[in-house]
């Protein structure tokens, strides 16, 4: 993560939901989100996805 603006994510298996306000990752034994403001994908690959916007939580679900 880089400040509140960025975040690398690796070895994900799936995006289960995007919107500009929350974007949820499927990782290999549990849920991300990633809440803001005007998230964006800026990259994404089989292996690897950059969040940009203004990221205010993250969480972790198992």
Excluded: P
Aim: hydrophobic residues 35%; without cysteine; negative net charge.
């Amino acid at each position: 993560m880089n400040g509140n603006q960025s975040l690398y994510i690796e070895n994900y298996k799936g995006l289960i939901h995007y919107t500009d306000q929350l974007i949820r990752i499927q990782a290999k034994k549990y849920k991300i989100s990633v809440v803001g403001q005007e998230l964006n994908i800026a990259a994404y690959t089989n292996e690897e996805m950059q969040i940009t916007g203004f990221i205010t939580d993250i969480r972790f679900e198992y």
